[in-house]
């Protein structure tokens, strides 16, 4: 996913990898890690690829990600169309 959303980036900007990695301080090496899926990005890679593209990428959790509560079983009484006094 971010891979996608940077390249999409990079192409506005005419930015190569190479070029990325002078403005990133990352090796090119590792950005081809990166972005040949080898290796996950991080909210670390994320921020500074931004910065060097003058793009600040919104960091969210993904909701797949996100706990959920246990879902309480429904009782016999509680099913939709009968009310529970």
């Known amino acids: 996913m971010w891979?996608?959303?940077i390249e999409k980036e990079m192409k506005k900007r005419n930015v190569t990898l190479r070029r990325l990695a002078e403005l990133t301080g990352?090796?090119?090496e590792y950005?081809?890690?990166l972005f040949k899926g080898k290796q996950r990005f991080h909210e670390e890679n994320i921020e500074r690829i931004g910065k060097a593209l003058g793009v600040n990428f919104e960091l969210c959790p993904c909701e797949e990600s996100l706990p959920r509560p246990p879902e309480e079983p429904e009782s016999e009484n509680q099913?939709?169309?009968k009310?529970?006094?």
């Open 3 to 5: 891979k996608d959303v």
């Open 26 to 28: 990352y090796s090119y």
């Open 31 to 33: 950005l081809r890690v």
């Open 79 to 81: 099913k939709p169309g």
């Open 83 to 85: 009310e529970v006094f």
